[in-house]
């Protein structure tokens, strides 16, 4: 989260389509959409470098200035090249400061866990970003989790991540599992004994006769 909400200087397009978008982006301009807020969408196009030092940083939500007037828009979607490369293509939404929205904020797990020291032990991460509702002022691009304090066998839960404000609410399980610490063995015989189930036996045919009254028949 930033305390100054930056600012980009954004142009009408007059034209769309792929071979004048391909012309604005050689420009050093990517297209984008602007709408939301019961406003028809306006095609726009931003200044490439300092958008994309800007997406780089986390940031999400922004100012635009739009031939002198200005309004507040959160990054809705990024559209990319055929290679997933590149951004082509920003979507922005309309927003008003004092609104609520949900967004997603990705866990960044940090210390050395001391569970970790102990023989064949590893850490798991089924997810790596909680989901919540926040001021739009309040986005989050990222959110600390200490692990240090964590032991063979602990778990944490979503329920467990300290929030940065008292105003963001967790939309996420609770119960979620976000880091958990388990000793190699016990995942590889976990997951020897589930091949095995799998593979034990033919299933049963409904309907069909046992081989004894086959056998009678």
Do not use: C, W
């Amino acid at each position: 989260m930033t305390n100054t909400t930056p600012t980009l200087t954004a142009e009408k397009r007059e034209r769309t389509g792929s071979r004048y978008s391909r012309r604005l982006r050689d420009a050093g301009s990517l297209p984008a959409v602007v709408y939301g807020h019961k406003e028809e969408p306006v095609s726009i196009s931003v200044e490439t470098h300092a958008t994309m030092q800007y997406l780089q940083g986390g940031e999400k939500l922004f100012e635009l200035d739009l031939d002198g007037a200005k309004q507040h828009v959160l990054l809705k979607d990024l559209g990319y090249d055929y290679l997933g490369n590149n951004i082509i293509h920003i979507d922005f939404a309309r927003v008003s400061l004092d609104e609520r929205v949900d967004t997603k904020a990705h866990l960044a797990f940090v210390g050395e866990a001391v569970g970790l020291k102990e023989s064949g032990a590893i850490m798991m991460h089924p997810i790596n970003d909680i989901e919540l509702n926040v001021l739009i002022t309040n986005l989050p691009d990222h959110i600390d989790v200490d692990v240090s304090a964590m032991e063979v066998g602990d778990v944490l839960h979503a329920s467990d991540v300290k929030l940065p404000l008292d105003t963001m609410k967790l939309i996420t399980d609770p119960d979620a599992i976000i880091a958990q610490i388990v000793l190699k063995a016990v995942v590889d015989d976990d997951a020897e004994a589930e091949e095995v189930s799998t593979e034990g036996g033919s299933p049963e045919v409904i309907g069909e006769k046992p081989a004894d009254e086959k056998k009678a028949d």
